[in-house]
């Protein structure tokens, strides 16, 4: 949980008993939220040093303890994570966002009784404390604890915690009640992606109409472009491009992505797009409008409530020998896609090979002869498919690079 300015600093500051205090205050305040900021941009080193160097004057800031806390996990150093924690616990034992975040530290470095235990202090200092209900049933989740993690998720709204109620159902072959809740959430949130792939699992595994009325047979609505088809010189527009991806901050396998052996921007690449990103955010309309029209007669909730007002996130993603991504779909979005700057020449077991199907998120198989699909793209290639359509890449062998830009189409 990113920290937040709160009233311990001004604790801290009287506590040293500092000469203008008020004006001491306001810089100290000041200089905190940058800190904090530092932090919500994924600047952790520096965050942790601006931390660091003020807890040298307000030591007794649990704060500036949770903040150092954060920055250690955003680093990886799990140990120093829990340790800062701890330390903000001793000023203030009763904090129930200080043992939430540690238990995500705990959690992260494999510490999962630890990580436990600290979900439920949090909650028993904040007992409506949604962020650790979902977090603490996520964790028993993982452990195939699946109806206590489902008593979690049903105390919960929020989309996630409703689809991973439902997969707890799922797996413990709860098959009526799976349908009794898939109806339910047709009824209440038909756009929910994350069930709309279960349901989608479930009919082809349990021989029944697919309930959920967002997509169904998601895999045969894959659509194919090229950036050919939108420009006289494509390959010196993709070589341009390229160099400016390569000049973007990017982050090796980013924390809570599928992305494996490769580098992640974060942010939304089309927020301030350069000239070259403008062309492609209006390439990438023009393939969401025929991805539209290609399959509207079908009736599904994708193309019946397609949303008039929208935007597009996109990233940019750098794999490199033994990359690849596991099988994942894009919750947030409505149409997802990808966009190919560069691929694996003379692949190798379809190395670099971008895979569709029903299956992912390790469900249970009752038949394994699910509805997949492989394909081998070339640079330029444009691929969109409902972003509830579960899709991975075949890993990289050859010691190259492949590179693509993907997209959502969000609401």
């Known amino acids: ?54 807890l040298l004057k307000f030591p007794s800031s649990s704060l500036l303890h949770n903040i150092a806390g954060a920055s250690h996990a955003g680093l990886l150093q799990f140990d120093a994570a829990i340790f800062s924690y701890k330390k903000a616990i001793k000023i203030e034992p009763n904090s129930p966002e200080t043992y939430y975040n540690m238990a995500a530290a705990q959690n992260d470095k494999g510490s999962i009784k630890a990580a436990e235990e600290s979900y439920k202090k949090a909650l028993t200092l904040k007992p409506d404390f949604a962020d650790a209900t979902k977090n603490l049933g996520s964790l028993l989740h993982d452990c195939q604890r699946y109806e206590e993690a489902q ?28 349908n009794t809740r898939i109806d339910t959430i047709a009824v209440q949130n038909p756009s ?98 025929s991805f539209y029209e290609k399959f509207k007669h079908l009736g599904h909730g994708l193309t019946q409530n397609w949303p008039k007002e929208h935007h597009i996130k996109s990233w940019y993603v750098r794999m490199l020998k033994n990359g690849h991504q596991s099988a994942h779909i894009h919750s947030a979005g409505c149409v997802s896609g990808v966009i190919y ?46 972003s509830s359509l579960f899709h991975q890449t075949v890993p990289v062998l050859k010691d190259v690079e492949r590179c693509v830009i993907a997209f959502d189409l969000r609401k």
Not at 158 to 178: F, G, H, I, P, T
């Open 341 to 386: 700057l560069k691929t694996v020449s003379e692949p190798i077991d379809n190395e670099g090979a971008i895979e569709f199907g029903l299956h992912g998120y390790d469900y249970p198989v009752i038949d394994a002869n699910y509805p997949h699909q492989t394909y081998q793209p070339n640079p330029g290639d444009i691929i969109l498919f409902p």
């Open 151 to 178: 008593a979690c998720f049903d105390k919960l709204s929020d989309k996630y915690s409703v689809a991973k109620a439902l997969e707890c159902s799922y797996r413990l072959a709860q098959y009526d009640d799976v």
């Open 192 to 289: 929910n992606i994350r069930v709309a792939a279960l349901s989608a699992y479930a009919s082809h595994q349990l021989k029944q109409p697919d309930r959920f009325p967002f997509c169904k047979k998601p895999n045969e609505l894959v659509a194919f472009g090229n950036l050919k088809d939108h420009m006289p010189d494509a390959d010196a527009y993709i070589a341009a491009l390229l160099d400016e991806m390569n000049n973007k901050t990017t982050t090796w396998e980013p924390k809570n992505h599928a992305t494996k052996s490769g580098f992640h921007t974060a942010g939304n690449l089309f927020a301030t797009p350069s000239d070259a990103l403008k062309i492609l955010e209006a390439i990438v309309e023009k393939e969401l409008a």
């Open 1 to 54: 949980m990113a920290p937040t300015v709160s009233k311990d600093l001004k604790q801290s500051v009287n506590a040293a008993k500092l000469t203008k205090q008020q004006q001491q205050l306001q810089k100290a305040t000041q200089q905190q939220q940058a800190i904090i900021d530092l932090f919500a941009k994924g600047e952790f080193k520096k965050a942790l040093s601006g931390a660091k160097k003020m």
